[in-house]
């Protein structure tokens, strides 16, 4: 009855700009559709959550899409496609995030603590579930700490140089390849620290400072992109008013430019590092693993939190809860950088720059 | 710079050094297998840093032996890295580390390599973990305890010629057991191990031919399901119904495991009966009574030996430059022999491995006690 | 967008008079000792600067010095490695540069069309209010590390997986790309499903990045005309964000290509050239294999490995390199607009 009503007048093209479904349809179609498969399914007797939600998200797009044809016309119900499949493109992309999140939290919450976090894996064997990462965790931090020493000047002076001083093929090469270096795949940087150590030092040498090199040299170009970016949203009228009152170029980079962008830039770095403090296959092949805290970075292997949520995996066993937990704790380490990271250029920004 | 802790402690380790000696001497003397004594009646004076390396099957019973070691030599650091047998003789060839564990005996080149390592002293060899590996399957729905399979029809298994549960080579062998029509889910190792050369090397002696490749620690088919490590197999398995695979076996966990046939009979895994086929086995040519290598018997027929096993040996020099390292690589190497060293092994939350056998025990200590310093 | 090849305009224009104010008013200063500053901080910005040239050229010198052995090696040598397949580095090489084109192409193709739906989500269609917060929430994506994708994929993944795929091999089998699906989902299809999760967050960013560019005329004329928003999208966004998508699919291509511990803990790996996506033991990507033969490695088998990752060196660099001149080109053509 009601369809008479309106498939009468859609047949007039006028009538496309004023006959709209009510605001609150897709949410009435959805719940529609959710529920006709699971009555769909309870029928069939095969019920999941999963199943429900694909059954359902069909017979949503289905009867929308064919409903609004016929109410409001092809033009309106492309559109309302187009908004549930970019909608429902955004919610995919949360499956994976919200059960790998999910996922860590269960199973790595049962191991965390306090314990965990403080001690290390001597003396820690077969099914017992002590043990900690306090020595993995002091040997991400001070590899990574490293990789920045190395990366942070080389990475700040080269933004320095393609902002402030860089122009001709020099200048357009080094940004090129940056860029390229930006791709280097972490295994690779892996085999050429080793490969660059094994051959100055001898095919057995292990050391943390293999690891922080192979790292550095992900991290570098991470850090000349985000500096540039910052050194080029300093005003240039900064710079002309320093150099009117004679100051050299070098020193007003160091006093006005830099200064200016150091929120910025402390931003940047923060970030570069959280980048690379979770790769796992670099540090696989250089730095391997320990049980007790090393902290001589030129002399011998050292545990890293990734490597030995890796290696324990690998052990079976309790070593799963451990896995889990340093997963946990090296998902915690990421997002605190960040965090912390964002709160800096909040708080830091300098003050009426932009 | 892993002699810096050597220098620095050089007075101490001295007093170990005699110390040591005459708690070896008396434990050599009284001719007990029970090797403890030597561990309890030593003061701990040893300190220093003991470095191994080597294979990986071995990583969790060192773990262990490391920390019952550390009980009686709290000041000895002891460590073990798991880069693989081969690259574990090479560190230990190269001087990088005290001690090496392999899957596999030293080649003959090694072995020249080894006489200038070691001072021109020899290289030991122990046989000191022997591992039981068993054959993994998920079936949750057959009721028995193993399933019961020959050399020959696992090979077949492996091989794909045999592709589904209820095949007639099985059903004979199982005569009591309702076999489900699942096919067969073969799964190797994707990474080369001890383990898998282990297997292959079953396969090939045990199978009379129903194997076709050779013996190899990489697999030699592919196109097959197969998982990175051991916990890479035992989740494989563990991921479909009518997998098998082979494993270490402290590692089956609810996996069912395989009875092998053994003669006529046939024998599930268990450390005696794996410890049982090493003692039947014959020493390897070049065997001396320092390289304690073993040629194992896959063929036995002996009754309750479990002929699918990995042994890897504990690599040591009988002489080295540094009195310090001789003392604490004997005193480690005796733990490791004695009772209570192989039984923390043996210990299934552990690494469930096979401890020596007395006869055995015998020998070994015999070539520990002739580590000396040059 | 901040990735251009050369300084912005407005810093353009006042720079070749700043290097002489430099040096008069370091002269007016008299300051011998501030010139000498100046200069050794330019020395120092441009050594840095190419510093970075060395170092790329460093990698490569260093990953054929280490693998220089394994290309020479003899026929007979590489046989003795117990893993190795074909009788030269190049044999060996090829169907791993098979698997991971197979897997990472793969991935692209399940995370483009999904990273241009949320790209527009975030720019076009969410709450203005939610957009960023959301924005933030797909970056932390790019925040996992890859170890912990690894467990993901491999304890949690496969499982899932395994009823789509049964599913589609037994009702699109006959289509040989799905024949012979094996329990568990240890195939190619299921690395690229986890590295497809894993390049959503980058290709997502750039392409938001550039959909927000899309001149604000150009849609408020499409709407002004009567269009839906999907028309406007269509009309307006998507043309301009084209190849901007370009350049970021290759950006995600290259990682892609590079990733390694998702694949090593969730495929079961093979050496053929085979494009059976749902079957075991048929792909294996470079990066993996060299991740989990290296441990165990030494000797001529460790060149062997290298070899095989100074092939993925040059083929992210060839990659990485071919997404810059699109962008590069771009540029030239935004600025002739």
Known sequence: MAADATTAPAGLLTDDAYRRLPSWSPWAFAAGALAAALLVLLALGAV?????????????????????????????????????????AFLLALVPLVSLVLLVVTRGASSFGWAFLTTDMVGVFGEMTSGGIAHALVGTLLVTLAAALIS??????????????????????????????????????????????????????????????????????????????????????????????????????????????????????????????????????????????????????????????????????????????????????VMLLNLVARLVSRWFAPKGAR | MKLTPHSRFGAVALTGALALTLAACSSGSSAEPGATSGA??????????????????????????????NDTYPDVAVSYDAVGSGGGRE?????????????????????????????????????????????????????????????????????????????AAIAAENPDVTLPSTGIIPVNRSDESGTTENFTEYLEAASDGAWPHEASGDWPLSGGQSGQGTQGVIDTVSGAKGAIGYADASRAGDLGTVALKVGEEYVPFSAEAAAKVVDASPRAEGATDKRLVVELDRTTTEAGAYPLVLISYSIACSTYADAADADNVKAYLTYVASAAGQDRAADPGVAGSAPISDDLRTEVQAAIDSITAA | MAVTTTPPPRGAAPRPSSDAGD????????????????????????????????????????????????????????????WFNGGSVAEYVGPLIFGTLLASLLALLLAVPVSIGIALFISHYAPRRLAQGLGYLIDLLAAIPSVVYGLWGALWLIGRLDP???????????????????????????????LAVMILPIITAVSREVFLQTPRLHEEASLALGATRWEMVRQAVLPFGRSGVISASMLGLGRALG??????????????????????????????????KFPEASGLSVSALIATGLALFVITFVVNFAARWVIARRAEFSGAN
């Open chain 1, 48 to 88: 999941s959550t999963a199943g429900v939600v694909v059954l359902g998200a069909v017979l949503f797009v289905l009867s929308s899409s064919i409903t609004s044809r016929v109410v409001e016309g092809p033009r309106r119900a492309a559109d309302r496609l187009a908004t549930t499949l970019v909608t429902g």
């Open chain 1, 152 to 333: 942070v000047p080389v990475g700040l002076l080269t933004a320095i140089y393609l902002v402030e001083y860089g122009r001709g093929p020099l200048a357009r090469g080094i940004t090129l390849l940056v860029d390229v270096m930006t791709g280097i795949p972490s295994i690779v940087a892996g085999l050429f620290a080793f490969a660059l150590f094994t051959l100055i030092m001898g095919p057995a040498y292990r050391a943390g400072i293999m690891g922080a090199v192979a790292l550095a040299l992900l991290m570098t170009p991470v850090v000349i992109r985000s500096v540039e970016e910052m050194l080029r949203l300093v005003p240039n009228e900064l710079r002309e008013a320093s150099y009117a009152l004679g100051v050299p170029k070098w020193l007003t980079i160091v006093k006005v430019v830099l200064r200016t962008s150091a929120a910025g830039i402390v931003t940047g770095v923060m970030l570069a590092v959280a980048r690379v403090i979770g790769e796992t296959a670099p540090l696989l092949l250089t730095v391997g693993l320990v049980t007790q805290t090393n902290t001589d970075l030129f002399d011998g292997r050292m545990a890293t939190l990734p490597v030995f949520a890796y290696r324990q995996y690998e052990q079976g066993g309790t070593g799963i809860d451990r896995a889990w937990a340093a997963a946990l704790t090296l998902i915690l380490l």
């Open chain 2, 40 to 69: 309890g009646d030593a003061p701990a004076e040893l300190s220093g840093s003991l470095a191994g390396a080597g294979a990986s099957s071995q990583e969790k019973a060192v773990a262990g032996w490391i920390a019952g070691f």
């Open chain 2, 91 to 167: 560190q230990f060839l190269a001087g990088a580390v005290q001690f090496a564990g392999s899957d596999a005996a030293l080649k003959d080149d090694e072995l020249e390599a080894a006489t200038e390592r070691c001072e021109g002293g020899e290289a030991l060899e122990l046989p000191l973990y022997i591992s039981p590996i068993a054959v993994v399957y998920n079936l949750p729905d057959v009721d028995t305890e193993h399933l019961q399979l020959s050399a020959a029809t696992i090979a077949k298994i492996f091989n794909r010629e045999i592709t589904t549960w209820d095949d």
């Open chain 3, 23 to 82: 040096t008069a008013g370091a002269a007016a200063r008299a300051a011998s000792t501030g010139r000498l500053a100046g200069r050794v901080f330019g020395a120092l910005s441009t050594g840095a600067g190419v510093l970075i040239l060395v170092t790329l050229a460093a990698v490569a010198v260093f990953l054929v010095l280490r693998a220089w052995p394994a290309l020479t090696a003899s026929r007979e040598e590489l046989e003795a490695i117990s």
């Open chain 3, 164 to 194: 789509v795929f049964a599913w589609l091999s037994s009702n699109l089998g006959f289509i040989p790309l799905f024949a012979d699906y094996q329990a568990p989902a240890k195939n190619i299809m299921s690395a690229s499903v986890v």
């Open chain 3, 259 to 292: 990733e390694t511990m998702a694949v090593l803990m969730v495929i079961s790996p093979g050496f053929l050239f085979s494009f059976f996506l749902l079957k075991p033991g048929q792909q294996q990507t470079i990066a993996a294999n060299i991740a989990s």
